[in-house]
């Protein structure tokens, strides 16, 4: 069932979908505040693979360093310059690409070349910001600022969730894609099933009654739990999954959304987790992580052969997460278009009251203490 049974307001002006000083505000009130997932944990499984990226405008340096993920300002100490190349790169030493400053694992200066020429400068002092950083549920995350709550106290409630269903898996695919359309655009589109008849006519063709929803609206994330599909799963499926893994699962689909831009979905043997990140007031990336469970049933010879048939049920999986991804991204535009010429406030309905409760989160973060600050990043 749905938790509300009237219409909600649309908290959001037209303007915050495209506004630059909207997105100004966001990066520094919302994305410096939160866990942001940068990587998956293969991505950076070897010591010396480091990443480059921004978070909210900070320019943030990810590395595994002997075997530990460590996250850092990328900014260097001696003239600024951005210590490591935006991407992934490889280094065995923490050096700026510049002079050659380098740095140890808590950051400080280690190496500092023709250091005579320095003579009377206190090199104590020199030393990379330290961000924090955790690896979980086969991602990385960094959250930019000091003193905020670890990622399972941030995320709440939902964490055992995550534990339960996104242990043991296998990183199966990544799908990346760029769109020109405002953040809010993309998550507001996977967190109701309003649009699916329009849109999803190749796929799920239609939504379904209420009695079939279970929302559940919580402080920091909401969800939705489709009833239908949850018990009993389909005898094709059951079997294929007691042949191929060890492990036991729950069937029925959940869509997950952890404010701000964590979008989860499971359903049997499938885990997805796509993040949309701001590039822009109008544009947006969205990153989609697809796993599947590890412990395959088959060891020894017939592992080769197992593997194969679960790399058949990504290919197929991912397949369908495209299509259903085209049917979405293929509104987008026209929203996007719509929401910067529009005379109207909107209005949204109790089936679209997970958007409602994420604008209302949102909104709340523009009031919060040090929301309104320029720089509150370090602690
Ligand atoms: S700016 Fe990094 S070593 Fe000079
Ligand atoms: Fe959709």
Redesign the pocket.
Not at 104 to 113: C, Q, R, T, Y
Not at 143 to 152: D, E, F, I, K, V
Not at 217 to 245: C, G
Not at 257 to 266: A, D, M, R, V
């Given at each position: 069932m749905f938790q509300s049974h009237t219409a909600h307001s649309h908290l959001l002006a037209p303007r915050d979908y495209s506004a630059p000083e909207v997105y100004a505000a966001e990066q520094r009130q919302v994305f410096r505040r939160a866990w942001n997932v940068v990587a998956s944990v293969d991505q950076l499984a070897k010591p010396g693979q480091q990443l480059a990226i921004d978070i909210g405008g900070i320019p943030v340096l990810v590395r595994n360093d002997a075997g530990t993920l460590r996250a850092y300002r990328n900014v260097?100490a001696?003239?600024?310059?951005l210590?490591a190349p935006a991407g992934f790169t490889c280094q065995s030493k923490l050096r700026?690409q510049?002079?050659?400053?380098e740095y140890g694992s808590d950051g400080a200066l280690s190496h500092l070349p023709d250091g005579s020429s320095f003579k009377g400068w206190k090199a104590t002092n020199a030393r990379l910001e330290q961000l924090r950083c955790e690896a979980a549920f086969g991602l990385v995350f960094v959250n930019p600022t000091a003193g905020s709550g670890s990622l399972r106290a941030e995320f709440g409630s939902v964490s055992p969730a995550l534990d339960q269903h996104f242990v043991d898996l296998s990183l199966r695919w990544i799908q990346i894609t760029e769109h020109d359309v405002n953040w809010k655009i993309i998550v507001e589109n996977a967190v109701e099933g309003y649009h699916v008849p329009m849109v999803h006519q190749q796929t799920f063709v239609t939504y379904q009654d209420e009695r079939f929803h279970d929302h559940v609206i919580e402080p920091m994330f909401t969800q939705y739990h489709d009833l239908k599909s949850a018990e009993p799963a389909r005898p094709r499926d059951v079997a294929i999954d007691r042949l191929l893994f060890r492990s036991k699962r729950l069937w029925g689909y959940s869509h997950t959304h952890i404010f701000p831009n964590h979008l989860l979905s499971w359903a049997g043997f499938y885990r997805e987790w796509v993040i949309v990140e701001p590039l822009g007031p109008r544009r947006s990336r969205r990153i989609g992580y697809g796993f599947m469970p590890n412990d395959l049933r088959a060891s020894g010879a017939l592992a080769p052969l197992w593997r194969v048939a679960v790399g058949e049920i990504a290919r197929r999986t991912r397949k369908m997460a495209d299509k259903i991804l085209g049917e979405d991204s293929s509104l987008w535009d026209s929203v996007q278009r719509g929401t910067e010429a529009s005379p109207h406030a909107g209005v949204l309905s109790a089936r679209e009251e997970r958007v409602a409760a994420f604008q209302q989160w949102l909104v709340a973060q523009r009031d919060s203490p040090g929301a309104t600050s320029a720089a509150p990043i370090t602690g």
């Amino acid at each position: 069932m749905f938790q509300s049974h009237t219409a909600h307001s649309h908290l959001l002006a037209p303007r915050d979908y495209s506004a630059p000083e909207v997105y100004a505000a966001e990066q520094r009130q919302v994305f410096r505040r939160a866990w942001n997932v940068v990587a998956s944990v293969d991505q950076l499984a070897k010591p010396g693979q480091q990443l480059a990226i921004d978070i909210g405008g900070i320019p943030v340096l990810v590395r595994n360093d002997a075997g530990t993920l460590r996250a850092y300002r990328n900014v260097c100490a001696h003239r600024h310059s951005l210590v490591a190349p935006a991407g992934f790169t490889c280094q065995s030493k923490l050096r700026c690409q510049y002079h050659g400053w380098e740095y140890g694992s808590d950051g400080a200066l280690s190496h500092l070349p023709d250091g005579s020429s320095f003579k009377g400068w206190k090199a104590t002092n020199a030393r990379l910001e330290q961000l924090r950083c955790e690896a979980a549920f086969g991602l990385v995350f960094v959250n930019p600022t000091a003193g905020s709550g670890s990622l399972r106290a941030e995320f709440g409630s939902v964490s055992p969730a995550l534990d339960q269903h996104f242990v043991d898996l296998s990183l199966r695919w990544i799908q990346i894609t760029e769109h020109d359309v405002n953040w809010k655009i993309i998550v507001e589109n996977a967190v109701e099933g309003y649009h699916v008849p329009m849109v999803h006519q190749q796929t799920f063709v239609t939504y379904q009654d209420e009695r079939f929803h279970d929302h559940v609206i919580e402080p920091m994330f909401t969800q939705y739990h489709d009833l239908k599909s949850a018990e009993p799963a389909r005898p094709r499926d059951v079997a294929i999954d007691r042949l191929l893994f060890r492990s036991k699962r729950l069937w029925g689909y959940s869509h997950t959304h952890i404010f701000p831009n964590h979008l989860l979905s499971w359903a049997g043997f499938y885990r997805e987790w796509v993040i949309v990140e701001p590039l822009g007031p109008r544009r947006s990336r969205r990153i989609g992580y697809g796993f599947m469970p590890n412990d395959l049933r088959a060891s020894g010879a017939l592992a080769p052969l197992w593997r194969v048939a679960v790399g058949e049920i990504a290919r197929r999986t991912r397949k369908m997460a495209d299509k259903i991804l085209g049917e979405d991204s293929s509104l987008w535009d026209s929203v996007q278009r719509g929401t910067e010429a529009s005379p109207h406030a909107g209005v949204l309905s109790a089936r679209e009251e997970r958007v409602a409760a994420f604008q209302q989160w949102l909104v709340a973060q523009r009031d919060s203490p040090g929301a309104t600050s320029a720089a509150p990043i370090t602690g």
